[in-house]
Nanobody
């Protein structure tokens, strides 16, 4: 089993910044992907940003130029730096970790979610 713990959400005014952290822990696992998704009230969960095991990073078009994703491989942690926040960024942000624990196949693990609220 892989545990996924998020932190860093909160309330911020439009134009402000927040930094989210996501740490994965467990025994004998390898990470294939770490990323962030978000879900606003009444909407489906959507991809925000992610990084593969090879270091390839992708960002949703709605956050490019404002959000930055970084990864600390030694700590199995990813950070989502969110700048120039807009009210439409308000959502619960979830961290997703795709990991392999032999002999199992790849499995998705999700964090509990952290609330980000941007006031206008």
């Amino acid at each position: 089993q892989v545990q996924v713990v998020e932190s860093g959400g909160g309330l911020v005014q439009a134009g402000g910044s927040l930094r989210l952290s996501c740490a994965a822990s467990g025994r004998s696992f390898s990470i294939n992907f770490m990323g962030w998704y978000r879900q606003a009230p009444g909407k489906q969960r959507e991809f925000v940003a992610g990084v593969s095991s090879g270091g390839s990073t992708s960002l949703a078009s709605s956050v490019k130029g404002r959000f930055t994703l970084s990864r600390d491989y030694a700590k199995n942690t990813v950070y989502l730096q969110m700048n120039s926040l807009k009210p439409e960024d308000t959502a619960v942000y979830y961290c997703k970790v795709v990991a392999t624990i032999p002999p199992r196949l790849e499995t998705d693990y999700w964090g509990q979610g952290t609330q980000v609220t941007v006031s206008s």
